[in-house]
Nanobody
Framework: QVQLVESGGGLVQPGGSLRLSCAAS????????MSWYRQAPGKERELVAT????????NYADSVKGRFTISRDNAKNTVYLQMNSLKPEDTAIYYC????????WGQGTQVTVSS
């Protein structure tokens, strides 16, 4: 059974940092493109970042480029999202997803950026 479990969310002040983790199981992680999405209250789910199977290629939403870094450790079946210089508009539930024959989603982890 495919499982994606996000962790690392929390409350942080503007300008602070968080590192989100997504632990994957139930599939061959190393051949799956991984992504982070986020959804703020009243907003549609937004693609934040993607990473290729080997981690060589990455893509970011313009709103987070230069501040967020996606990475993966295939030996640990884990994808990360390092978030620096956080802004209040980054407040959202952050979801990990795996592109397999179907798209799978984790339950999400809440990130709140507030002073």
């Amino acid at each position: 059974q495919v499982q994606l479990v996000e962790s690392g969310g929390g409350l942080v002040q503007p300008g602070g940092s968080l590192r989100l983790s997504c632990a994957a199981s139930g599939f061959t992680f190393s051949i799956s493109r991984m992504s982070w999405y986020r959804q703020a209250p009243g907003k549609e789910r937004e693609l934040v970042a993607t990473i290729t199977t080997t981690g060589v290629g990455t893509n970011y939403a313009d709103s987070v480029k230069g501040r967020f870094t996606i990475s993966r450790d295939n030996a640990k079946n884990t994808v990360y999202l390092q978030m620096n210089s956080l802004k209040p508009e980054d407040t959202a539930i952050y979801y990990c997803s795996a592109a397999l024959i179907h798209v799978y989603w984790g339950q999400g982890t809440q990130v709140t950026v507030s002073s």
